[in-house]
């Protein structure tokens, strides 16, 4: 039998590999792949497996769904590798408020994502907002359509402030938004005003604005910045979203940025701010939670920067979802931005003003958040938790977001419980959960996350994904039958894929 498996193995060892060996007796399908994944675990090369579960004709020309399903996710997370490859993580600011997922560690930006890493002090928004570095054409543009389609919410600050103070901050967000965008990807028209240097970005694919507290104590927030460049959306039309972490947190702004590829869609970034068990709940608000509320939600709250796609009013079928940006309509655009108040900041966390975004999200979407811890003698991990968005009846949702902040948007999350370790109950997700900070992504898709990791050696420590969904390269196997600790282990042995 001639298999060649040894002489046909791509040597390249950045380039994810996966191997559909054809399940046919009158070809060597199965024996070719054997053959070809054990060269390729020998060599230290891990390949991916596929291989059908029945028997096909060798003129069979269809491929199964099993078969389609292994491929589809195989080439998504090997897409997401290439893309992010040579694409930078650009800090604007530094640490917020000590939080360590801002404290931006360059060893595993250059290490697992092939990533660089790009900064710039917040002082440069003051330089452009002085000098006047934006496209003046593209502001009075930007302020026209923010007039028109971003509704003011109530004051609830103690001292309000004048109307004319108010429309200057309004001026400022909408410029600081124009100057983060340009910071990341360039404006070919700052050239023909006389800033080349500026005009070419940081070749950002994902970015940071660290905001708290040394911005925000004297100038407007971020929030209407990230909220908007998150969005699928602006002054521009539709499009695809800039990925912003709020607090310059850039471990939960990874899983963001993997969220994104995985599924071209916006990205939520969330405090996990509180766990309400089913007594607390009807303690609070006399109201006995129901359906997938009744076993206890998670209260998934920014201060006031969530992308507007999440306020759950795109549809299909009538059904809430989040759309790739190139399905969106303008009627969905629309009923985003109608869902949407901008309240002026709470002056309490933001002394310089500025606005938040507030909505509720509406309806139930399938949801899933995730996270990248750093640990110290281990390395990163990843964190997930697949789950449905749950709308709470209107006297309970207004009870329990007053509790926290009304003035910010609000996602209820319910994950999806095994009866076991950290998904025995929603008390033990919020419990298990690494750090305070996730990123929520529409769709269940923890099985393309695990897969994904799998090829940036980058262990899973928490997920609720069924067994038979979980896809690595098949040298994991002989790591241990355990799939957990042959994931750590295999991991380890391998090392970062650009190390």
């Not at 593209?138 to 309000?160: H, I, Q, S, V």
């Not at 109201?287 to 006031?304: D, F, R, T, W, Y």
């Not at 811890?373 to 964190?383: A, D, E, F, I």
Request: charged fraction near 20%; proline fraction near 5%; hydrophobic fraction near 35%.
């Amino acid at each position: 039998m001639l298999v060649y498996g040894s002489e046909t193995i791509d040597m390249n060892s950045d380039i994810p590999k996966a191997i559909w060996g054809f399940n046919g007796t009158e070809r060597p399908g199965a024996v070719y792949l054997a053959a070809a994944l054990a060269g390729h675990t020998m060599k230290g090369l891990p390949a991916f497996g596929i291989y059908g579960n029945d028997v096909q004709d060798s003129g069979d020309q269809s491929i199964p769904e099993d078969i389609s399903e292994k491929i589809l996710r195989f080439v998504r997370a090997g897409l997401s590798v290439s893309l992010m490859k040579g694409k930078s993580y650009l800090s604007m600011g530094s640490v917020s408020m000590g939080i360590a997922g801002s404290i931006v560690r360059e060893d595993f930006f250059q290490e697992y994502l092939g990533m660089r890493n790009e900064y710039v002090d917040m002082s440069e928004f003051n330089r452009r907002l002085n000098e006047e570095i934006f496209d003046k054409e593209e502001f009075k543009k930007a302020l026209e359509w923010t007039k028109k389609n971003c509704k003011e919410g109530k004051d609830l600050n103690p001292a309000p402030k004048s109307r004319k103070q108010k429309d200057k901050e309004w001026d400022t967000v909408i410029k600081m938004t124009l100057i983060a965008r340009d910071l990341m990807v360039g404006n070919p028209k700052l050239k023909k005003l006389g800033f080349g240097e500026e005009s070419l970005g940081h070749n950002a694919i994902l970015s940071g604005f660290q905001g708290q507290r040394q911005w925000t104590d004297h100038m407007p927030n971020g929030d209407f910045l990230e909220a908007i460049l998150c969005s699928s959306f602006d002054w521009n039309g539709i499009r695809p979203p800039y990925l912003v972490a709020t607090e310059n947190d850039a471990m939960n702004g990874v899983p963001m940025l993997f969220g994104y590829l995985l599924t071209n869609t916006a990205q939520m970034f969330s405090d996990i701010r509180t766990y309400w068990s089913p007594e607390a709940i009807k303690r609070v608000t006399k109201m006995k939670p129901e359906g997938l509320a009744s076993n206890g939600v998670i209260h998934l709250i920014n201060s006031g920067a969530s992308a507007l796609d999440f306020s759950g009013r795109q549809t299909i079928k009538k059904e809430s979802c989040i759309k790739p940006f190139w399905e969106i309509t303008g009627k969905d655009a629309s009923a985003c931005l109608k869902a949407t108040k901008w309240p002026p900041a709470d002056t309490g966390y933001f002394r310089g003003g500025g606005f938040s975004s507030q909505f509720d999200t509406k309806g139930t979407m399938p949801v899933t958040i995730s996270r990248v811890n750093l640990v110290k003698g281990l390395g990163p991990v990843l964190q997930l938790a697949e789950g449905w968005t749950v709308e709470l009846p209107e006297k309970m949702n207004k009870i329990l977001t007053d509790r926290t902040n009304p003035t910010w948007p609000t996602t209820w999350f319910a994950p999806i419980l095994t009866g076991r370790g950290p998904f025995t109950n929603v008390y033990s997700v919020m419990a298990n959960w690494g750090a305070n900070h996730s990123a929520s992504s529409y769709g269940h898709i923890g099985a393309d996350l695990i897969t994904l990791a799998s090829i940036l050696r980058i262990p899973v420590c928490m997920h609720n994904v069924a067994e038979e969904k979980v896809f690595r390269p098949s040298s994991w196997n002989a790591f241990g039958m355990d799939k957990e600790g042959s994931d750590y282990r295999a991991c380890q042995t391998y090392g970062a894929l650009y190390k």
